[in-house]
């Protein structure tokens, strides 16, 4: 787990010349706009509830001993729910309208590494795959949700909210490593084989949305060129694995 988790950040070494060499930067320009302007409806939208969802929390506390405290321990409290819930929903639009622009690009990686020979894999429209984008972060944005919301509640209990934390992280690192692999997965594997491929290559996943989180805290830079990145990287390790597991096949 550990080694699959480093490889998937290691991978965003070479992420951007290997862009820069394939000339990849023009298939990009679409999504990162997606990713930008979405950004700006997600954040700024949690901007304006944190406070409202923070006051709505302060009303449990009914007594007026430590009614300050409580209170702003529940402005933070909203703010961390709106920020997280909202980078969930962030990441989960962007990859899903972005599948039919970065799916071809994913390809473009493949026969580079690959070559030209003739691929053994399937071949789908732009409205396959933006139906296949929108299927697969829909499911993961509903799991996501089912183990954050917990999470988040475990905030208000001391210590074991810097657990918690941790947890949240590596939950919200997983899935966008999911969304970013599923780019080349989509070609190679129906649905449920694709996610079934993810579980066993959890590590990976992890390490490629380690990256694709921190890369959301750089004001405006990191929300332009998260994609780019991470669906480089992320196709690249993803390569590895299948052409790895294909020789293994052939050798038996």
Same mark, same amino acid.
């Given at each position: 787990?550990? !080694?699959?988790?480093?490889?998937?950040?290691?991978?965003?070494?070479?992420?951007?010349? #290997?862009? *820069?060499?394939?000339?990849?930067?023009?298939?990009?320009?679409? =999504?990162?706009?997606?990713?930008?302007?979405? @950004?700006?409806?997600?954040?700024?939208?949690?901007?304006?509830?944190?406070?409202?969802?923070?006051?709505?929390? *302060?009303?449990?506390?009914?007594?007026?001993?430590?009614?300050?405290?409580?209170? *702003?321990?529940?402005?933070?409290?909203?703010?961390? $729910?709106? +920020?997280?819930?909202?980078?969930?929903?962030? !990441?989960?639009? $962007?990859?899903?309208?972005?599948?039919?622009?970065?799916? =071809? %690009? *994913?390809?473009?990686?493949?026969?580079?590494?690959?070559?030209? !020979?003739?691929?053994?894999?399937?071949?789908?429209?732009?409205?396959?795959?933006?139906?296949?984008? $929108?299927?697969?972060?829909?499911?993961? +944005?509903?799991?996501?949700?089912? #183990? /954050?919301? =917990?999470? +988040?509640?475990?905030?208000?209990? =001391?210590?074991?909210?810097?657990?918690?934390?941790?947890?949240?992280?590596?939950?919200?690192?997983?899935? @966008?490593?999911?969304?970013?692999?599923?780019?080349? +997965?989509?070609?190679?594997?129906?649905?449920?084989?694709?996610?079934?491929?993810?579980?066993?290559?959890?590590?990976?996943?992890?390490?490629?949305? $380690?990256?694709?989180?921190?890369?959301?805290?750089?004001?405006?830079?990191?929300?332009? #060129? %998260?994609?780019?990145?991470?669906?480089?990287?992320? /196709?690249?390790? /993803?390569?590895?694995? #299948?052409?790895? !597991?294909?020789?293994?096949?052939?050798? /038996?």
């Amino acid at each position: 787990m550990i !080694k699959n988790i480093t490889l998937g950040i290691t991978a965003y070494f070479n992420a951007f010349n #290997l862009i *820069s060499k394939l000339k990849l930067w023009k298939y990009f320009a679409i =999504p990162m706009l997606i990713s930008f302007f979405t @950004a700006i409806l997600i954040f700024g939208a949690a901007y304006t509830l944190s406070d409202n969802i923070g006051g709505y929390i *302060s009303k449990i506390w009914i007594w007026d001993w430590g009614h300050k405290a409580f209170t *702003s321990l529940s402005n933070f409290i909203g703010g961390l $729910i709106v +920020l997280v819930v909202g980078l969930i929903l962030f !990441k989960h639009i $962007i990859m899903a309208l972005s599948a039919p622009f970065l799916s =071809p %690009v *994913s390809e473009k990686i493949e026969i580079h590494f690959m070559g030209n !020979k003739q691929h053994n894999y399937r071949a789908t429209t732009f409205i396959e795959q933006l139906s296949r984008g $929108i299927r697969i972060n829909s499911r993961n +944005l509903f799991k996501e949700l089912i #183990l /954050t919301i =917990p999470l +988040l509640l475990l905030k208000f209990i =001391p210590i074991i909210n810097i657990f918690s934390t941790i947890i949240l992280f590596t939950i919200q690192a997983y899935y @966008a490593g999911f969304g970013n692999m599923d780019y080349t +997965l989509e070609r190679h594997f129906k649905y449920k084989e694709s996610i079934k491929f993810v579980r066993q290559n959890r590590g990976l996943a992890i390490g490629n949305g $380690i990256v694709f989180i921190l890369f959301l805290l750089i004001p405006i830079i990191g929300v332009i #060129l %998260v994609l780019p990145l991470s669906v480089t990287a992320a /196709t690249t390790r /993803t390569l590895e694995v #299948l052409h790895h !597991k294909n020789k293994m096949v052939n050798a /038996t």
